[in-house]
Nanobody
Framework: VQLQASGGGMVQAGASLRLSCTGS????????TAWFRQAPGKEREGVSC????????SYADSVKGRFTISRDNAKNTVYLQMYSLKPEDTAVYYC????????????????????WGKGTLVTVSS
């Protein structure tokens, strides 16, 4: 599957953004899709993930209550709605997909994914 992330931009603290991850070549609806982010000088970290049906989700503690992941299988797209953005959310955001089943604990582990899109930059100013 080829993944395309979009929706990044430059916003002020407290604003909202919605990122989209669109798949092509293979449906996303049979796999787990996740969002990762990488801030300058830091490791890429898992932000959120969603099961194939959308019925299960997981979030990093740093974004719980502020970010919401969802999917529209008809559009082969997964979204990351981000509210109350903070300067520390500044990063390049990547989406990734895997087809090895859902696991709440491991779904935000970078090593579990072998399908990655190019990132989209989110910059949050104070």
């Amino acid at each position: 599957v080829q993944l395309q992330a979009s929706g990044g931009g430059m916003v002020q603290a407290g604003a909202s953004l919605r990122l989209s991850c669109t798949g092509s070549g293979r449906t996303l609806s049979t796999g787990t899709t996740a969002w990762f982010r990488q801030a300058p000088g830091k490791e890429r970290e898992g932000v959120s993930c969603i099961s194939s049906s959308g019925g299960s989700t997981s979030y990093a503690d740093s974004v719980k209550g502020r970010f919401t992941i969802s999917r529209d299988n008809a559009k082969n797209t997964v979204y990351l709605q981000m509210y109350s953005l903070k300067p520390e959310d500044t990063a390049v955001y990547y989406c990734a997909a895997k087809y090895t089943g859902w696991n709440t604990v491991s779904c935000t582990l970078r090593s579990r994914y072998d399908n990655w899109g190019k990132g989209t930059l989110v910059t949050v100013s104070s």
